[in-house]
């Protein structure tokens, strides 16, 4: 064979291999995204063990577990008011094995934190919009004040002497924390946990004075009477809690809704997203996710925002929103 045939012949032979490739290529990618999941589903939850992420991603794991055929297992990597469980998900193989529960505080990290180690507008894939509902300022029994119009003055009064916990700096807690601080003109003794499970433990224990959590993990405190609660920062009462004031009728603009949702790490195939998605879906029309969700004081979604892209709007639109009301208030990211 001369040599312009064997060239040629080469040069045709590379040619349709790498078409082959591409093919097979083509061919697999779908396929192994019909397979998925091949193995457990870790959901990396930000927060400690027993707090209101917590709570949220084990309810919703354990029902889509049931639609995805694999069981789903909730992982506690909490630290650095949840950045240390985003950033462990933002590097994870983007196959939909690994995913993350967060809520708005994912959004507000980057107005906080200045070496987050990811990209937060481009390091998630969004797969959907969980829940939505209010913070409850909450005491310990053993503080002097029996209502709302007894606790604010008594707070402001008495600041530095309180201590305040909190999840970590950006967390909805801290959040909350500092914004009834700044309109109280109070400045409270922050201490900082792992997550509010633990620091609601410390405010039934008495060890800590005031709360500002997710109505998710207050509501069953309440109830049982082991914590008090003041004021609800939704623009109405919560059904489960009728006795509790929304911060308006309490005399305070403070208004906080908190929102979770799940993320994958970016790169991971449409049709593992979608699939995530459907499943979580599942999960939201489930009657028993939805009685707890109830009683929890939280919500879902209209059944119009269930979709990734509605999800990825609203991260998308959050993050540009902290970084501007923060960048607004002299916050400046630090670390
Ligand atoms: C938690 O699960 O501990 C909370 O979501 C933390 C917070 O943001 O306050």
Not at 22 to 40: E, I, V, Y
Not at 54 to 82: C, Y
Not at 195 to 201: I, Q, R, S, Y
Request: a positive charge; charged letters at 15%; glycine letters at 10%.
């Amino acid at each position: 064979m001369s040599m312009t045939k064997r060239a040629a012949l080469a040069g045709l032979l590379t040619t349709s291999l790498s078409a082959f490739g591409l093919l097979t290529a083509g061919l697999t990618a779908p396929a192994s995204a019909q397979a998925f999941p091949t193995k457990p589903i870790t959901v990396i939850v930000s927060f400690a063990a027993g707090g209101p992420s917590d709570v949220i991603a084990r309810l919703l794991g354990e029902n889509m577990s049931k639609t995805l055929g694999q069981p789903v297992v909730v992982e506690n990597v909490a630290g650095a008011g949840g950045t240390a469980g985003a950033k462990r998900v933002a590097a994870a193989d983007p196959d939909g094995h690994t995913i993350l529960i967060h809520h708005l505080a994912l959004a507000a990290a980057p107005a906080l934190y200045a070496n987050l180690g990811y990209d937060t507008k481009t390091a998630f894939a969004p797969i959907g919009l969980v829940n939505t509902g209010p913070m409850v300022i909450a005491s310990k029994l053993a503080l002097p004040t029996p209502d709302a119009k007894a606790f604010f003055p008594y707070i402001k009064q008495n600041a530095e002497k309180l201590t305040i916990a909190h999840a970590g700096v950006g967390s909805n807690s801290h959040l909350c924390a500092v914004l009834m601080s700044q309109q109280l003109g109070a400045k409270f003794n922050q201490v900082a946990y792992r997550g509010t499970g633990p620091a609601m433990n410390d405010l039934v224990g008495g060890q800590i004075d005031i709360l500002c959590d997710q109505s998710t993990s207050a509501i069953p405190q309440i109830q049982g009477n082991s914590i008090r609660a003041y004021a609800v920062t939704s623009a109405q009462r919560l059904d489960v809690l009728p006795s509790t004031p929304t911060m308006t009728e309490a005399g305070s603009k403070l208004d906080m809704t908190i929102w979770h949702g799940l993320y994958a790490p970016k790169g991971t195939p449409a049709p593992v997203l979608d699939k995530l998605n459907g499943a979580l879906r599942v999960a939201l029309k489930d009657g028993a996710v939805i009685e707890k969700f109830k009683a929890f004081g939280t919500s879902t979604f209209p059944e119009a925002d269930w979709t990734r892209d509605a999800h990825a709007k609203l991260f998308a639109a959050e993050v540009d929103k902290w970084a501007q009301s923060l960048a607004a208030a002299g916050v400046k990211p630090q670390g």
